[in-house]
């Protein structure tokens, strides 16, 4: 008896054992960085935000829109994506199909406009544009009523016409709502609208907005086909820019933030919180997908 009772303990270790060593393995997806493989920024990734668990293997997948990304996600072609914190909780809002499984704090993030390297006098007036925004807090006021309390559905913002004036062209793309948003019928509304017009409007110069994919954002402006990106993510705390490719330059940052949040499909029917305990985030990395 003692005997198979040995035996017994001996397989249960035997299968902690064997449990403890098997590979997970968590897909997770993010718009595309323009300066960067997959596997590139993995590494960089790894170096801030990867728990210390050599059991745990991290793979990340592109995409060039926000739409492909939450595709992908439905599909479980990847586990979960990636976002700014403002991002994440708009798409929860909108939606309850998703709910959000880890919030991860980093330094220095924002957003800036990107131009061509031989636009730096335009550079230099959007810079110039911004800094009288937030002197009279014309851009904090911006951020307050479409970003920090967003509308379901916000009004597109009519732009100032300049008779004999330039036109400046600026990419948009819709993939970062409430910031960057593109409404159903294509037309851009909301944040990116509004902080554009008070632009034009300072600059006297009037504004068209061309739509284009977010993975297609330098592809635009190396063509000509825009004069201005509406944004590129911005690392304060980098040498080197994982969404900034040689040639672009950049305004300084309009918006900023600190913490990540990654979401998930939400499993229907499953009571919803807004917090973790220790043991739901140390299971996220222990059970496998």
Known sequence: MKKFLCF?????LMSSSAYALEKRVIRLGLLSKL???EEEFLETWKKTYAPKNQNLEIVVKFYDT???MQMALNAVEIHEMIL?????NYIMKMSNEYTSSIVLRSKGMGLAFGFREDSKELRDQFNAALSALRDDWTLEALEGAYIASPSDNPEPVKFTKFDNADTIKVAVTGDLPPIDFVAADGEPAGFNTAVLSEIGAYLKKNVELINVDAGARTAALASGRVDVVFWYEVDMTADIQSDVPDGVILSKPYFEWNRFIHLKKAVKGAEQTNWWSARDFVELFRIGY
């Open 66 to 68: 926000l739409n492909a």
């Open 84 to 88: 700014p914190d403002v991002v994440a």
């Open 8 to 12: 017994l303990v001996f397989l249960v």
């Open 35 to 37: 300066n960067s493989s």
